[in-house]
Each structure stands twice: as structure tokens, then as C-alpha cells.
């Protein structure tokens, strides 16, 4: 059983920055892919970034590109999502999840889930 804990979310302006933690607390995180979801209230929860277990293949949604990068660090069982240039619409509670059959992309292909951490940002 993988147990997930997310950190660093809070209230930033537009434009400002984040950088969400999450950290796995069982044995077999290096071998999962990570995401990243968020879910905004009344949308569906939606990924935003994912990253393959050995950290050298990574995805985006077209939202995010260029201004989120995911990140993780194998030996502190941990994925970073770095928020830069954050807008309004960034606005969401922000899960971390753990797929341990493959490269997922839907909410329902993963497998393990923390309890989310509200990011906010003000015009």
C-alpha cells in the first residue's frame, strides 16, 4: 500500500510561483509513474503532468507547458511540481497519484492517490 502526502500549496498572485511536494511513503515509489491532477470546482479532475518512473520521460498538458516542470527525486521518495507564471484559472485542488501498471493519462489508470492540496491564485 503506497500512502501519498502532498505539500506547498496556498495563496499566490498571478504571476507568482508554487512548488507542490509529494511524498510516497512505500517501498516501490521509484518503479511508478507520478502525476500530478487538479480539479477545479464543478470540472472534471484533470492530469497536468506526469513522470515516468526513472524521471527521463515527462508530460504536459498544453495548458501548463512551458510554465510547469515535475520533477522527482527517487532516493526521498518525492515528486515536485514547480508552478511558474501562475494564472487565475490555475486555480484547483492539486492531487499527486501513483500508476504502478504503466504510463497513465486518465484519473481512473491510477492507482494510488494523496488527499490534494489547494492552490490558489488571485487576480
Known amino acids: 500500500q503506497e500512502q501519498l502526502v502532498e505539500s506547498g500549496g496556498g495563496l499566490v498572485q498571478a504571476g507568482g510561483s508554487l512548488r507542490l511536494s509529494c511524498a510516497a511513503s512505500?517501498?516501490?515509489?521509484?518503479?511508478?509513474?507520478m502525476g500530478w491532477f487538479r480539479q477545479a470546482p464543478g470540472k472534471e479532475r484533470e492530469l497536468v503532468a506526469r513522470?515516468?518512473?526513472?524521471?527521463?520521460?515527462?508530460y504536459y498538458a498544453d495548458s501548463v507547458k512551458g510554465r510547469f516542470t515535475i520533477s522527482r527525486d527517487n532516493a526521498k521518495n518525492t515528486v515536485y511540481l514547480q508552478m511558474n507564471s501562475l494564472k487565475p484559472e490555475d486555480t484547483a485542488v492539486y492531487y499527486c497519484?501513483?500508476?504502478?501498471?504503466?504510463?497513465?493519462?486518465?484519473?481512473?489508470?491510477?492507482?494510488?492517490w494523496g488527499q490534494g492540496t489547494q492552490v490558489t491564485v488571485s487576480s
Open positions: 512505500g517501498r516501490f515509489f521509484s518503479i511508478y509513474t
Open positions: 497519484a501513483a500508476d504502478v501498471r504503466g504510463w497513465g493519462t486518465k484519473a481512473n489508470e491510477y492507482d494510488y
Open positions: 513522470i515516468h518512473w526513472s524521471g527521463g520521460s515527462t
